[in-house]
């Protein structure tokens, strides 16, 4: 006689379903595209050190034309170089890395405290609710490049920092989306029920309402990722985001943007991979959200 592992059902619940969304997302050509892309990237972020043909940060007079300018994409240098003779294409590569751990670690960090603050005031409303989205609603009314720029400025630009600053410019978003999810979720006779028979707050909370806003969590939650790219690219372009000789996106076009007219694959390349991993992120993100709740695109 077999023994029923409730966890081990669930588990194997779980694994189906996010295969059985995986499977439909490749079954859609753009979010394939983009899944693609994503997969590109990451493995470019993972293996930089092997897949970069030059050191990125070595200056050489062999990456320069005789007037001491760039050379073109061709040859040893397939991108090009830059105005220091560095390789471009290696300065993006490594460039992948840096884009993706801010993007990821920043939207994680805006996901969590986005979720948190839309969950904690939706549930409980009162004055808690209260107090929790009026203060969303005055981090909405700031612009949030330029609070990204103040923060940026006044804290030493790092990975984590910037991570933290655009993360701190963008949970308002997800926290309004969650707080209205919740709200709505809490007046539902399940929920009722389970305050009712006194079961404990993490209980209902963990077991009963979270699994409801899973799916709009992981939606916005990848949809986020190509905001925050942009940002850590803009800052990075505006000097306060990544600083040199760490290479981003945003720094590279910055470094190289007086050479627009002569050399325009230093502004080009770069400018393409933001873009793309963008666009990337985007065509997941409205996949995502037709497949876990069509409803979501009616509602948003």
């Known amino acids: 006689m077999s023994v029923i592992d409730p966890p081990a059902v669930a588990r194997r619940g779980r694994a189906r379903k996010v295969a059985a969304v995986l499977g439909e997302l490749m079954r859609r050509p753009r979010a394939a595209f983009g899944l693609i892309v994503i997969a590109i990237m990451a493995i470019a972020a993972v293996f930089a050190p092997w897949l970069m043909p030059h050191d990125p940060f070595e200056q050489s007079f062999d990456g320069l034309t005789l007037a001491g300018a760039p050379l073109p ?25 840096t884009s ?24 409980f409303g009162g004055w808690i609710g209260a107090i929790l989205m009026r203060f969303t609603d005055l981090m909405m009314a700031f612009p949030a490049l330029l609070l990204a720029i103040v923060l940026a400025a006044i804290f030493q630009p790092s990975l984590l920092i910037v991570a933290l600053v655009i993360a701190m410019v963008n949970w308002v978003q997800m926290a309004r989306v969650i707080y209205t999810e919740t709200r709505s979720l809490a007046e539902r006779e399940f929920i009722q029920v389970q305050r009712s028979i006194g079961s404990g707050t993490l209980r209902v909370l963990g077991s009963h309402l979270l699994p409801h806003l899973l799916s709009s969590i992981v939606v916005f939650g990848t ?22 000789p760490t290479p981003s996106w945003g720094n590279i076009i910055f470094e190289n943007q ?4 002569t050399a325009p694959w230093l502004v080009f390349f770069p400018g393409a991979a933001i873009v793309l991993l963008a666009l990337a992120f985007n065509l997941v993100g409205d996949a995502l959200r037709d497949i876990l709740d069509p409803t979501l ?3 948003h």
């Open 297 to 299: 695109k009616g509602r």
């Open 258 to 261: 007086t050479y627009f007219s």
């Open 100 to 123: 993706l751990i801010i993007g990821v670690l920043a939207n994680g960090i805006a996901v969590i405290l986005g979720a948190g603050v839309g969950i904690t005031a939706g549930y």
């Open 73 to 97: 994409p061709g040859g040893e240098f397939p991108l090009g170089t830059d105005l220091l003779g560095r390789d471009l294409a290696s300065r993006l590569i490594l460039g992948t890395r």
């Open 223 to 244: 949809l986020g990722i190509s905001t925050t790219v942009l940002l850590e690219a803009t800052l990075s372009y505006l000097g306060v985001g990544v600083q040199p």
